[in-house]
């Protein structure tokens, strides 16, 4: 009798099942282990203080990208404060001790955890990815499993290269239809959030597909996966196909010559099968999407770019009320009020869910020939050093620094060291939380696309890129 169908996520966890513990949770064996400054300095101190060494350093690397300062000034790059100084070193000086892959701040390989690891191949489809930090579900956008962990199970995992999962359930969002011009896959996530709640994709992996999945570039793909967290999903995943092999060919992590052959051989052994059983099925015709923006402090409170702040009533049950009735406190803002006439401080285009090339060439595209706004700080944070380079070598670095953005050194920038830059602003972001203090202190953050992010910078207010173009 032939094996029931399985997903593609499926596939890949049965794949790395070591021992099943019973009541759904599996010993699993990791084949990647990521490690940056803030988290990763106390997994290798906790480690060291309980006598261990790392079981596998081949296969883990530490990366120093959260505490970092951004904007140019002269060498060497470092930390913000003393603090942050002091953990940054410590992350090297163990990370050479134990043996592992650095990727340091003068390293050409370096930029965000998250952005980096498919860039070097180190994200590939059908691997186990754990780092400690929610976001590194982002990399199930080249079809591996990715997942945040806490510092506990991180010294466990660099002490054994194995971690203990529940087994999740399996959530399918089908994404149908052609994307409208001016609409991204930010929004396309950002969509889907308003939808089912920040809590909708809780104890689930998702798997996006659909037609206007295929569509997209590998690099849009990372964007969607990088907010499953967002409706508290623990992973993101999209299954790999021809558009991320050829995308990960000759990376310097990835498999050369006969054994390339061999892993996509085994890759395309992974693609969910026919009959595959999802616990919830969600589908979601994008023909009609337009740009999405936040107007709370959730991903959840979202709306069209050209619609307005809902009133309260509409956000659901007397929970979901009252948070929204917070979140307008924060946000200073009234329901009704378009959200078209809200004023912007700052524009900011950057962090691990917006700052590869292709969202950089978007924003340049609509902001050749344009200015930002008189009193409007608008920022720009190219996800790694490769994306920086790439970016200056087609000037689109010139192109931001002509409309009046700064252009800054790879690194986590406002989710990271750069959130002390700002306070009491309203911000348009890229990036992927817009809770309260989230990007500085009383700092109110609306989330959107690069696209949009860049019309509202020049607008001076929240803007629907279609609109100017």
């Given at each position: 009798?032939?094996?029931?169908?399985?997903?593609?996520f499926?596939?890949?966890?049965?794949?790395?099942?070591?021992?099943?513990?019973?009541d759904?949770?599996c010993?699993?064996?990791?084949?990647?282990?990521?490690?940056?400054?803030?988290?990763g300095?106390?997994?290798?101190?906790?480690l060291?203080?309980a006598?261990?060494?790392?079981?596998?350093?081949?296969?883990?690397f530490?990366?120093?990208?959260?505490?970092?300062?951004?904007?140019?000034?002269?060498?060497p790059?470092?930390?913000?404060?003393?603090?942050?100084?002091q953990?940054?070193?410590?992350a090297r000086?163990?990370?050479?001790?134990?043996?592992?892959?650095?990727?340091?701040?003068d390293?050409?390989r370096?930029g965000?955890?998250?952005?980096?690891?498919?860039?070097?191949g180190l994200?590939?489809?059908?691997?186990?990815?754990?780092?400690?930090?929610?976001?590194?579900?982002?990399?199930?956008?080249?079809?591996?499993?990715?997942?945040?962990?806490?510092?506990?199970e991180?010294?466990h995992?660099l002490?054994?290269?194995?971690?203990v999962?529940?087994?999740?359930?399996?959530?399918?969002?089908?994404?149908?239809?052609?994307?409208?011009?001016g609409?991204?896959?930010?929004?396309m996530?950002l969509r889907?959030?308003?939808?089912?709640?920040?809590?909708?994709?809780?104890?689930h992996?998702?798997?996006?597909?659909?037609?206007a999945?295929?569509?997209?570039?590998?690099?849009?793909?990372?964007?969607?996966?990088?907010?499953?967290?967002?409706?508290s999903a623990?992973?993101?995943?999209?299954?790999?196909?021809?558009?991320?092999?050829?995308?990960?060919?000759?990376?310097?992590?990835?498999?050369?010559?006969?054994?390339?052959?061999?892993?996509?051989?085994?890759w395309?052994?992974?693609?969910?099968d026919?009959?595959?059983?999802?616990?919830?099925?969600?589908?979601?015709?994008v023909s009609?999407?337009?740009?999405q923006?936040?107007?709370?402090?959730s991903?959840?409170?979202v709306a069209?770019v050209?619609?307005?702040?809902?009133?309260?009533a509409?956000?659901?049950d007397a929970?979901?009320?009252a948070?929204?009735?917070?979140?307008l406190?924060?946000?200073?803002?009234?329901?009704?009020?378009?959200?078209a006439d809200?004023a912007i401080d700052?524009?900011?285009?950057g962090?691990?869910?917006?700052?590869?090339?292709?969202d950089?060439?978007e924003?340049?595209?609509?902001?050749?020939?344009?200015?930002?706004?008189?009193g409007?700080?608008?920022?720009?944070?190219?996800?790694?050093a490769e994306v920086?380079r790439?970016?200056?070598?087609?000037?689109?670095h010139e192109v931001f620094q002509a409309?009046?953005?700064?252009?800054?050194?790879?690194?986590c920038?406002?989710?990271?060291?750069g959130?002390?830059?700002?306070?009491d602003?309203?911000?348009?972001s890229?990036?992927?939380?817009?809770?309260?203090?989230?990007?500085?202190?009383?700092?109110r953050?609306?989330?959107?696309?690069?696209?949009?992010?860049?019309?509202?910078?020049?607008?001076g207010?929240?803007a629907?890129?279609?609109?100017?173009?």
């Open positions: 009798m032939p094996p029931p169908p399985r997903t593609a499926e596939k890949i966890w049965d794949e790395h099942v070591i021992a099943d513990l019973g759904g949770a010993l699993l064996q990791l084949d990647r282990l990521l490690l940056h400054d803030v988290t300095s106390v997994v290798m101190r906790e060291t203080a006598g261990h060494r790392p079981d596998s350093p081949a296969q883990v530490t990366v120093i990208d959260h505490l970092l300062v951004t904007r140019p000034q002269a060498a790059r470092t930390g913000w404060n003393t603090g942050a100084v953990m940054i070193d410590e000086w163990r990370a050479r001790d134990l043996g592992l892959t650095l990727i340091d701040v390293d050409a370096h965000i955890t998250h952005v980096i690891a498919p860039e070097l994200a590939l489809p059908g691997l186990t990815i754990a780092c400690g930090d929610s976001h590194t579900c982002t990399l199930g956008g080249v079809g591996a499993i990715g997942w945040g962990i806490g510092t506990s991180g010294t995992a002490a054994t290269q194995t971690v999962e529940t087994r999740p359930k399996r959530m399918r969002v089908r994404f149908e239809g052609r994307l409208p011009r609409v991204t896959a930010k929004d996530v889907l959030i308003g939808e089912i709640g920040a809590g909708g994709g809780a104890g992996a998702i798997e996006f597909a659909g037609e999945v295929r569509a997209l570039g590998v690099e849009a793909r990372l964007t969607l996966c990088n907010m499953a967290v967002e409706c623990k992973y993101g995943f999209v299954a790999a196909g021809d558009t991320v092999f050829d995308y990960l060919r000759g990376k310097p992590w990835a498999p050369q010559g006969a054994q390339w052959d061999a892993a996509v051989a085994h395309r052994s992974l693609a969910t026919a009959g595959a059983r999802f616990d919830r099925e969600v589908t979601i015709d009609t999407l337009a740009p923006v936040t107007w709370g402090t991903p959840q409170h069209p050209s619609g307005h702040v809902p009133p309260v509409d956000a659901g929970q979901a009320q948070l929204a009735e917070r979140a406190g924060y946000q200073r803002l009234a329901p009704g009020t378009a959200l809200v700052v524009a900011y285009i962090t691990c869910t917006n700052a590869r090339l292709s950089l060439r924003a340049a595209a609509f902001l050749r020939g344009r200015h930002v706004a008189p409007v700080t608008a920022i720009c944070i190219p996800g790694s920086k790439e970016a200056e070598a087609e000037g689109l409309a009046g953005f700064e252009w800054h050194e790879p690194g920038g406002m989710c990271g060291s959130r002390g830059r700002l306070e602003v309203r911000v348009i890229t990036s992927n939380r817009n809770f309260e203090n989230r990007q500085g202190k009383r700092t953050t609306h989330l959107a696309s690069p696209l949009t992010v860049a019309a509202s910078a020049v607008a207010r929240i629907d890129p279609r609109e100017a173009s």
